[in-house]
């Protein structure tokens, strides 16, 4: 069973950085893309940055030049450096994957998500 797993949440300062990891684990053939999600309470799940299928990326106009997305295809792992953060960036983080998995299913896949809380 495939599994997308969130860590790095945290209560940190205006201003501060936070790294947030996302580790695929299971039986997965492939992933074709891979990204972060976030949503702030009532509002929408909205995309904050990702690697599309043929490794670009994209990124929320409101995030860019403030975090940088990464990977580490050996370990399926995907990471979000987040610095200069500002209180809007308060939400729960949730990783996405499209993946194939050894049986040859394919979907989207997503994790528990990880609280961000950027505040005084």
């Known amino acids: 069973q495939v599994q997308l797993v969130e860590s790095g949440g945290d209560l940190v300062q205006p201003g501060g950085s936070l790294r947030l990891s996302c580790a695929a684990s299971g039986s997965i053939f492939s992933i074709s893309a891979m990204g972060w999600y976030r949503q702030a309470p009532g509002k929408q799940r909205e995309l904050v940055a990702r690697?599309?299928?043929?490794?670009?990326?994209n990124y929320a106009d409101s995030v860019k030049g403030r975090f940088t997305i990464s990977r580490d295809n050996a370990k399926n792992t995907v990471y979000l450096q987040m610095n200069s953060l500002k209180p809007e960036d308060t939400a729960v983080y949730y990783c996405?994957?499209?993946?194939?998995?050894?049986?040859?299913?394919?979907?989207?896949?997503w994790g528990q998500g990880t609280q961000v809380t950027v505040s005084s």
């Open positions: 996405n994957a499209y993946i194939r998995t050894d049986w040859g299913q394919r979907g989207d896949y």
């Open positions: 690697f599309t299928s043929v490794g670009s990326t």
